[in-house]
């Protein structure tokens, strides 16, 4: 088996294919955050909608910071 080294095109390929991975995610779940509703009904309904949107939030912040660390790499920032 063979190992890609660093700085080869190759791995210049996985991460732009990553990046673009990342992009569309970023899309998806930026979509899904959306405000919290004013008649959440109970408590209960603005718990979960408050949990969902907190785990979503979590998702883009790790995503984003992945992005940058992949920008880095190909020269981009």
Known sequence: MTEKGAGRPDDDDDRRGRLREIEQSLD???ADLVPPRED???NIDSAQNLTAREEIA???ELLEYERERLRTALGLT
């Open 28 to 30: 998806r779940l930026r």
């Open 58 to 60: 979590g998702q883009i």
């Open 40 to 42: 959440a009904g109970d």
